[in-house]
């Protein structure tokens, strides 16, 4: 059985080993599969009279890519000696620490002059809220967490070693998908990123950084 977080620093990737990873495809998978939802908002919008058929079926996909995701972190704990539960004291303490970094780079910026500018991945999806709330919350609280920590902080870094590097460039990469405008706009996702990834390796969870994950974007709806 491996062990959870030996991870040497860095580790040279097999380009052979990494193709053939089914890893790699899996994360293709689950990076690509969310996407459905954005094509059912448009859809939606183009046949009104549709729209909660539409709704309907956009939910039950996403249960069954929510199904899929659990059996395979399931799978992979049964493979990896990872923490079965997770802390929640020390979840909401990431959280809360994020939001402290979040508060203290947006007021040194602003001594500067420089403020948080539209962030194109967080407009486009308030315009989809507007139109479809219930879809949008399942995707953005429970869909999203689950499926991007699964790829970006457990299948992508797996594919390039696994080490240390692998998850830092993996969570890098995570912070370029999400298309951040500016300065703040990097900084801002890259604290996010450094939060889900500490709680994901520092509790050896991959449950922990969805926590983490789930908390930060319920608190972006409610705000």
């Not at 493979?79 to 990431?94: C, D, F, K, N, Q």
């Not at 869909?143 to 390039?160: D, G």
């Not at 998850?167 to 703040?184: E, K, N, T, Y």
Request: glycine residues 6%; charged residues 10%.
């Amino acid at each position: 059985m491996k062990t959870a977080n030996s991870y040497p620093l860095f580790r040279w990737p097999s380009l052979k080993k990494m193709f053939g990873s089914r890893e790699l495809y899996q994360a293709i998978f689950f990076f690509l599969s969310p996407q459905l939802f954005p094509i059912a908002v448009m859809i939606g919008t183009w046949y009104p009279g549709y729209a909660s058929l539409i709704n309907a079926a956009a939910i039950l996909i996403g249960l069954i890519i929510l199904t899929l995701a659990i059996r395979i972190i399931r799978k992979r704990q049964n493979e990896h000696s990872y923490a079965r539960g997770i802390r929640i004291r020390p979840v909401l303490g990431v959280f809360i620490c994020c939001i402290i970094a979040l508060t203290i780079m947006t007021y040194l910026f602003a001594l500067i002059g420089i403020t948080l500018p539209s962030q194109t991945n967080q407009t486009s999806l308030d315009a989809m809220f507007d139109r479809f709330p219930l879809l949008m919350i399942f995707m953005i609280v429970i869909l999203a967490p689950v499926t991007e920590e699964l790829v970006f902080r457990e299948l992508l870094p797996h594919t390039l070693g696994p080490s240390l590097i692998s998850f830092i460039a993996s969570s890098l990469l995570f912070v370029a998908i999400h298309s951040p405008s500016g300065i703040m706009g990097w900084s801002s996702y890259g604290i996010m990123a450094a939060g889900f990834l500490f709680a994901r390796l520092n509790q050896r969870s991959i449950y922990a950084g969805i926590a983490v994950h789930v908390v930060w974007n319920l608190f972006s709806v409610l705000a």
